[in-house]
């Protein structure tokens, strides 16, 4: 588990920028595809505007193999494709809508549907279709970009949530007390069995959850980042000073 301070959050982009176009590379160069799952929120936009229009980091400007990538998504909230809410509407708007990505790579929850668990199994097939799966085999995912919520969350594994536990399901369908809503996630599972998961974390406002994740002793129940342990995966965390503010080795 590596972690990599930034100074700020146009720098976190900026190195998210770089991992991004490497891990692309590298996964198109061996297995001619490039399969990464979004994270959604506000964190990731500024890396996805800067993926789209292709400046920033030198290694980021036109180095992304699109025609070669496919698109999913670590979570989704239950609303329709253009609610505000939408982690497929933020990443289209910032990313999709502007590099050439065949549409048919793109590929979002139905998350507009009305049965949740419909909606989870779709995805799962989607996921079992994409990746050629036979029964009972794992995605693996070039890269999975997640987030890290104040409570300690990241994609919509919430504390407290059954799916945490999870280990058959590709994709859970939680309902988040907290938030009152429903959510649509991979499930620890799949996102265990990534080849590389980078979390982006930016903000004062991180620095408990960030410093629970590193130095706590709670477990994923409590810290459900502190699911994400891979099997056979290089985890990056990217965080700014911000965010690394509380942590004892912070800025040496
Ligand atoms: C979501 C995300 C979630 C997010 C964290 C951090 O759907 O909201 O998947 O896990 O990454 O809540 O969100 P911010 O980047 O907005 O702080």
């Given at each position: 588990m590596r972690i990599r301070i930034a100074e700020d959050a146009e720098e976190l982009a900026d190195r998210a920028g770089e991992e991004f176009a490497r891990r692309a590379q590298d996964a198109v160069l061996a297995n001619g595809a490039f399969r990464v799952a979004l994270a959604g929120g506000s964190t990731p936009r500024r890396l996805y505007r800067l993926l789209a229009d292709g400046q920033g980091a030198p290694l980021v400007a036109g180095k992304i193999p699109w025609g070669r990538t496919h698109i999913y998504f670590g979570d989704e909230r239950?609303?329709?494709?253009?609610?505000?809410?939408s982690n497929y509407r933020m990443a289209y708007e910032a990313l999709l809508s502007k590099v050439p990505i065949p549409p048919g790579n793109v590929r979002r929850y139905c998350s507009e549907g009305e049965d949740p668990a419909i909606v989870a199994s779709s995805y799962e097939k989607m996921l079992r279709e994409g990746f050629q799966l036979a029964d009972g085999e794992t995605p693996r995912f070039d890269l999975i970009l997640l987030g890290l919520g104040?409570?300690?969350?990241t994609a919509s594994l919430f504390p407290g949530s059954e799916a945490i536990g999870e280990t058959e399901k590709l994709v859970a369908a939680p309902w988040v007390e907290k938030l009152g809503a429903r959510r649509y996630t991979l499930t620890p599972r799949v996102l265990n069995n990534a080849a590389h998961v980078m979390f982006l974390v930016s903000g004062a406002d991180k620095a408990e959850a960030v410093k629970k994740v590193f130095e706590g002793t709670q477990g994923p129940e409590e810290v459900p980042a502190r699911v994400v342990q891979l099997l056979q995966g290089n985890l990056l965390w990217l965080v700014d000073q911000d965010a690394a503010g509380l942590l004892s080795r912070a800025g040496e």
């Amino acid at each position: 588990m590596r972690i990599r301070i930034a100074e700020d959050a146009e720098e976190l982009a900026d190195r998210a920028g770089e991992e991004f176009a490497r891990r692309a590379q590298d996964a198109v160069l061996a297995n001619g595809a490039f399969r990464v799952a979004l994270a959604g929120g506000s964190t990731p936009r500024r890396l996805y505007r800067l993926l789209a229009d292709g400046q920033g980091a030198p290694l980021v400007a036109g180095k992304i193999p699109w025609g070669r990538t496919h698109i999913y998504f670590g979570d989704e909230r239950a609303v329709p494709p253009d609610h505000p809410d939408s982690n497929y509407r933020m990443a289209y708007e910032a990313l999709l809508s502007k590099v050439p990505i065949p549409p048919g790579n793109v590929r979002r929850y139905c998350s507009e549907g009305e049965d949740p668990a419909i909606v989870a199994s779709s995805y799962e097939k989607m996921l079992r279709e994409g990746f050629q799966l036979a029964d009972g085999e794992t995605p693996r995912f070039d890269l999975i970009l997640l987030g890290l919520g104040t409570d300690g969350h990241t994609a919509s594994l919430f504390p407290g949530s059954e799916a945490i536990g999870e280990t058959e399901k590709l994709v859970a369908a939680p309902w988040v007390e907290k938030l009152g809503a429903r959510r649509y996630t991979l499930t620890p599972r799949v996102l265990n069995n990534a080849a590389h998961v980078m979390f982006l974390v930016s903000g004062a406002d991180k620095a408990e959850a960030v410093k629970k994740v590193f130095e706590g002793t709670q477990g994923p129940e409590e810290v459900p980042a502190r699911v994400v342990q891979l099997l056979q995966g290089n985890l990056l965390w990217l965080v700014d000073q911000d965010a690394a503010g509380l942590l004892s080795r912070a800025g040496e």
